[in-house]
RNA sequence: GGCGUCGUGGCCAAGCGGCAAGGCAAGGGUCUGCAAAACCCUCAUCACGGGUUCAAAUCCCGUCGACGCCUCCA
């Protein structure tokens, strides 16, 4: 039974799809102004992981992730580069996408945007002022009233009385309340700007999510995800508002990941505090990343540091030492090793079930993958045979890309230098037959200075990048 | 100040009432010409103080500390 944390009961719940077999899910996504950070790429992982392991127990996950391309922040970057707010935003889109691919995150099934989403943004402000959600201010913006949401605060644990202290409400608003929000904004000249009944102006951030869930997913959806620093007010107030809109309940479960850290404080723009996914991708290959979310649980914070890539990089050879082949010359001699072997696949992958069924509990999902790999390398070592080894390593590998990893070999990108290492690891081979060590070991010294590891077996030389 | 999450070996981390998973690192061993890889062995009573219970890392209260949110933020 999968079980899921779900932040609006703050607890673990089982989960049940509204409809057999489909999960309608959301994401909120990026707001694209400048290079996306790995914090950025850790909620695409972490949601991509719950993506893909509820389609390996047979949902049929229907995923929409926004971008959001049209803000504040948005505007004011293309006004100092001097650029197109619109095209800013594209370039960025683009970059994300790049990056997303690389990183071996599958594609959502939409990726709305708000600019394109404009009638259906307008038409629900429409309906929330016609319920009374939502008015008109004389400055053409449009609020939302939060005190006609009873149950406003009910993600975050917040009462409105408690918050007005710290409730922000700058020149030029006018609200009812301080705690009210905009759900459209009026837009000054220079702006980019869409038509409504309230005047030339653009959404407010919130709106869009809400606006997008409804027309790409409908009234109500399974799982509803995100960065946990959105439970406020972003969240809070799609729930507000959609709730508001629709009268029935919203998302059946809120799931938010933990942030990624740096230097001990959240890793992000305004801090400054970052390091780039194009950054890590030049240092790194990409399922380290992924492996060091994989490590942890998606709801705790993450800190980053070198020691934590490395572990990680260290442990994906780990997995890859399982996809070895069998010694060479092994011929299946062993007596039981294979049905040893095949048990032991058929108990991790329940183990690895177990785990992931536990609200997405990934690092016990990876200790089970450990385990298989220890017996694989086992039984090879006892002399088993490829078609001994297959079946445990096939699990091994449709368990790791259940969590996304792909285990390629490393760099295997050599070109043209493999013919080359291939010939000097065949002199190294004369060489020792003739017992020159000190040749063989200066041909392996120089090697792994470039990066290449050699590996002698009692039946021949291996090597990899 | 308010709301919330959390504090497990050198590092990362699972565990959610019944003798503390896993990975990395470290030390010892097998194998090897030497290595590497692989395999075997070793390595914690769970921030602190109370309480509940036959039994607590796991529940309750308090203290200290960390982080997130309360303003744009994955």
């Given at each position: 039974?999968?079980?899921?944390?779900?932040?609006?009961?703050?607890?673990?719940?089982?989960f049940k799809t509204l409809e057999p077999n489909l999960v309608k899910m959301y994401v909120c996504g990026v707001t694209v102004y400048s290079?996306?950070?790995?914090?950025?790429?850790?909620?695409?992982?972490?949601?991509?992981?719950?993506r893909r392991y509820l389609t390996y127990r047979g949902y049929d996950v229907r995923l929409v992730i926004n971008y959001t391309d049209v803000d504040d922040k948005i505007i004011n970057r293309a006004n100092s580069l001097g650029v197109d707010a619109s095209e800013l935003a594209e370039k960025y889109i683009n970059e994300f996408?790049?990056?997303?691919?690389?990183?071996?995150?599958?594609?959502?099934?939409?990726?709305?945007?708000?600019?394109?989403?404009?009638?259906?943004i307008i038409?629900?402000?429409?309906?929330?002022?016609?319920?009374?959600?939502?008015?008109?201010?004389?400055?053409?913006?449009?609020?939302?009233?939060?005190?006609?949401?009873?149950?406003?605060?009910?993600?975050?644990g917040r009462r409105i009385e408690d918050m007005q202290a710290g409730a922000r409400n700058e020149v030029g608003e006018e609200k009812e309340h301080p705690m009210d929000f905009a759900l459209w904004k009026a837009s000054?000249?220079?702006?980019?700007?869409?038509?409504?009944?309230?005047?030339?102006?653009?959404?407010?951030?919130?709106?869009?999510c809400s606006a997008m869930n409804l027309s790409h997913l409908g009234e109500q959806i399974d799982i509803h995800g995100g960065g946990n620093d959105l439970v406020f007010p972003h969240h809070e107030n799609e729930i507000a508002q959609t709730e508001s809109y629709t009268g029935k309940p919203f998302a059946r479960y809120w799931m938010h990941n933990g942030?990624?850290?740096?230097?001990?404080?959240?890793?992000?723009?305004?801090?400054?505090?970052?390091?780039?996914?194009?950054?890590?991708?030049?240092?790194?290959?990409?399922d380290a990343l992924r492996m060091m979310i994989l490590n942890g649980s998606y709801r705790a914070p993450l800190s980053y540091s070198d020691d934590i890539v490395d572990a990680a990089e260290r442990g994906l050879d780990r997995l890859r030492s399982g996809l070895k082949p069998a010694q060479p010359g092994a011929t299946s001699t062993s007596t039981n090793v294979g049905t040893e072997l095949d048990k032991q696949a058929e108990t991790t992958q329940q183990t690895f079930i177990d785990a992931m069924d536990d609200d997405f509990n990934s690092s016990g999902g990876l200790a089970a993958l450990f385990e298989l790999v220890r017996s694989i390398n086992t039984a090879r070592d006892a002399g088993a045979s490829n078609a001994q080894l297959k079946p445990a390593q096939d699990t091994l590998t449709e368990l790791t890309s259940v969590l996304g990893l792909r285990l390629h070999e490393k760099k295997s990108s050599g070109g043209d230098a493999d013919k080359f290492i291939a010939l000097l690891v065949d002199i190294r081979t004369e060489m020792r037959k003739e017992k020159n060590w000190g040749i063989s070991d200066l041909i392996r010294d120089r090697l792994k200075d470039l990066g290449v590891a050699i590996e002698d077996n009692k039946d021949g030389t291996t090597w990899h990048w």
């Open positions: 039974m999968l079980r899921v944390y779900n932040t609006l009961a703050r607890k673990k719940e089982e290079d996306a950070h790995i914090g950025h790429a850790m909620f695409a992982l972490v949601f991509d992981i719950v996408r790049r990056q997303i691919e690389v990183l071996n995150i599958l594609p959502a099934t939409v990726n709305p945007r708000a600019t394109q989403e404009m009638p259906q038409r629900m402000i429409d309906g929330l002022i016609e319920k009374g959600f939502a008015y008109p201010a004389k400055n053409g913006d449009v609020y939302f009233r939060v005190t006609k949401d009873p149950d406003y605060g009910k993600l975050s000054k000249t220079g702006e980019p700007a869409w038509d409504s009944p309230w005047g030339q102006g653009r959404p407010g951030w919130h709106i869009e942030m990624l850290q740096l230097q001990g404080e959240k890793m992000s723009k305004s801090i400054g505090n970052l390091v780039t996914i194009d950054e890590f991708l030049s240092r790194h290959e990409a």
